[in-house]
């Protein structure tokens, strides 16, 4: 058993899963994940009932355990909402350090279902944009969320999901690597900013991502 004094925090990493606020579905379908790139590409959100019944499925499949404030919150018939963490993090009480790329290529590759091959194309870029504002504005309402004072942020503008979230990468978010933010959150030194996150686009642009190169190279020969 831990001692009275014990500091308990959290860290998760690249695990928002997954972003709301997307601006083509309503402010009341907030929790609703980024429409799916085939919908987004042919001008039509994907449906919100469709991405409840994917919850429903995932909670049932993983035997999910829901926050119970989020369940208490929201009641029995919609605690479903509470698989998300745009949701949930809401009703988390630890103080929460969200490092997670802008561009999580697996919540984008996976369940946006943006093909590779389409990844460089003009849609491709555009769906990137989308998903990208979807994140920030997420993360935005987290940081902002009551209590929220000793939370924190990184997010790179990567095109990843967790490789480059490593203690000892070269990642950097405005010059400053994930240990470094992570230890002056957790040990309240106060070093660096509370919240580090890439302004630098609507695409992948920082120069520390683990596949920046790569990314930056075949943008170029298709730009």
């Known amino acids: 058993m831990l001692p009275a004094a014990a500091a308990v925090k959290a860290a998760p990493m690249s695990g928002w899963f997954w972003p709301g606020l997307s601006e083509d579905h309503s402010q009341a379908d907030g929790w609703c994940s980024p429409s799916k790139f085939p919908d987004y590409n042919a001008g039509r959100p994907t449906n919100c ?3 409840e019944g994917n919850y429903r499925g995932l909670i049932g499949l993983y035997d999910a355990y829901p926050h119970p404030a989020c369940v208490a919150a929201l009641g029995a018939s919609s605690s479903w909402k509470c698989y998300t963490m745009h949701v949930s993090a809401q009703y988390i009480r630890t103080p929460l350090f969200i490092a997670e ?4 290529s697996v919540q ?9 091959a389409q990844r460089d194309t003009a849609a491709g870029k555009a769906f ?3 998903y990208g504002r979807a994140m920030n504005a997420s993360l935005q309402q987290f940081s ?3 209590g929220g004072a000793s939370d924190a942020l990184f997010v790179p503008s990567c095109f990843e999901h967790c490789t480059d979230m490593g203690l000892s990468d070269k990642l950097q978010v405005n010059g400053v ?5 992570l230890g002056s959150w957790f040990f309240e030194r106060g070093a660096v900013p509370r ?3 890439d302004d630098c686009g609507d695409a992948p642009c920082n120069p520390t991502c683990a596949a920046f190169e790569s990314v930056a190279q075949t943008h170029a ?3």
């Open 177 to 181: 690597r994930l240990a470094e933010a």
């Open 144 to 146: 902002q969320r009551e």
């Open 101 to 104: 790329n802008r561009f999580d």
């Open 108 to 116: 984008i590759n996976g369940d946006g279902e943006l093909p590779p």
């Open 221 to 223: 020969q298709t730009s």
């Open 49 to 51: 009932s469709m991405i």
């Open 128 to 130: 990137l944009a989308y």
């Open 195 to 197: 919240v580090l996150a």
